[in-house]
């Protein structure tokens, strides 16, 4: 159960386009289509941004979108506004019940 | 409207225990599989424990298992989350969510309860 690899920070300017990587193994990102993505912003609630890899809830803008390549699963913003400034985490199932999260990343908007 | 409010959080010393509770509404709390995340001072969510909507399946992550137990109360429409055998490492904001399934996203999220162990 280590966690996924994210990167620490990343920064855009508004109006620009941004993406977090998530690297986790074969027993996790890479074989399962249950990958999630969570906006943090610090002293809130965590919010599911993207589940199913790619897949939005109601109510998430569509400038958020997910992919997966493998054992790599991505988030990008598109458009980046200041509101997008928070803490991002992935999260994949991991078999039998368990979920590993990612390691978090600080977005950044110049 | 859906709110799960977590309590129960406070000091302990290590080796002792603590109960943190999260009481559900605006949904069939019954329904849903439920789960604890935590996030220590400074680091990322580390997924903790999850419970099936009956109450018949509980899973842990390696670093609580044998030492912490998730229990739900369908009636009371409450979550919980026994901690024993404490450790300073276990110092975080724990924080209760749900879900549709057991291998489902996390689809709402309480704020959290600071729990801290320290001497």
């Given amino acids: 159960q280590s966690a996924l690899t994210q990167p620490a920070s990343v920064s ?4 620009q386009s941004i993406t977090i990587s998530c690297t986790g193994t074969g027993s996790d990102v890479g074989s399962y289509n249950l990958v999630s993505w969570y906006q943090h912003h ?12 790619s897949e939005r809830p109601s109510g998430v803008s569509n400038r958020f979108s997910g992919s997966k390549s493998g054992n790599t699963a991505s988030l990008t913003i598109s458009g ?20 590993v999260f990612g390691t978090g990343t600080k977005v950044t908007v110049l | 409207e859906v709110q799960l409010v977590e309590s129960g959080g406070g000091l302990v010393q290590p080796g002792g225990s603590l109960r943190l509770s999260c009481a559900a509404s605006g949904f069939t709390f019954s329904s849903y599989a439920m789960t604890w ?5 400074g680091k990322g969510l580390e997924w903790v424990s999850i419970i099936s909507d009956s109450g018949g399946g509980t899973y842990y ?34 924080y209760c969510a749900k879900g549709q399934c057991t291998s489902c996203p996390f689809d709402y999220w309480g704020l959290g309860a600071l729990v801290t162990v320290s001497s």
Avoid: H, W
């Fill in chain 2, 61 to 94: 992550a390696d670093s609580v298992k044998g030492r912490f137990t998730i229990s739900r109360d369908n009636s009371k429409n409450t979550l919980y989350l026994q901690m024993n055998s404490l450790r300073a490492e276990d110092t975080a904001v724990y």
């Fill in chain 2, 37 to 41: 995340v935590r996030q220590a001072p």
């Fill in chain 1, 42 to 53: 610090p002293g809130k609630a965590p919010k599911l941004m993207i589940y199913e890899v």
């Fill in chain 1, 80 to 99: 980046l506004q200041a509101e997008d400034e928070a803490d991002y985490y992935c999260c994949s199932y991991a078999g039998i019940s368990t979920s």
């Fill in chain 1, 12 to 15: 855009g300017s508004p109006g």
